[in-house]
């Protein structure tokens, strides 16, 4: 069984800065493609920004050049710096992770709460 294990969420003033982790943890032998993603109530997930395995990174364009996602392949772990924080960065964040095992398997985390007051 794998499971991602999301934390670093909280409660931030705007213009502050939080740092999420993902980690996978299980039977696995590598992490493929990782995204974070967030959500609020009544809303769509966003996709948010995106890492392949070779390090190559995506964003959405509301958080580019704010945000910064990263990865340790040795801790199974995916990063997201989050740095000028708007109070429309608030959101349940989930990470979600394409996690090499005898096949490609999808997995998701169970989601940390950020929020950002103005």
């Known amino acids: 069984q794998v499971q991602l294990v999301e934390s670093g969420g909280g409660l931030v003033q705007a213009g502050g800065s939080l740092r999420l982790s993902c980690e996978a943890s299980?039977?696995?032998?590598?992490?493929?493609?990782a995204r974070w993603y967030r959500q609020n109530p009544g809303k769509q997930r966003e996709l948010v920004a995106a890492?392949?395995?070779?390090?190559?990174?995506n964003y959405v364009d509301s958080v580019k050049g704010r945000f910064t996602i990263s990865r340790d392949n040795a801790k199974n772990t995916v990063y997201l710096q989050m740095n000028s924080l708007k109070p429309e960065d608030t959101a349940v964040y989930y990470c979600?992770?394409?996690?090499?095992?005898?096949?490609?398997?999808?997995?998701w985390g169970q989601g940390t709460q950020v929020t950002v007051s103005s």
């Open positions: 979600n992770a394409e996690v090499l095992r005898d096949h490609v398997y999808s997995y």
């Open positions: 299980g039977s696995i032998v590598s992490i493929n493609i």
């Open positions: 890492i392949t395995s070779g390090g190559g990174t």
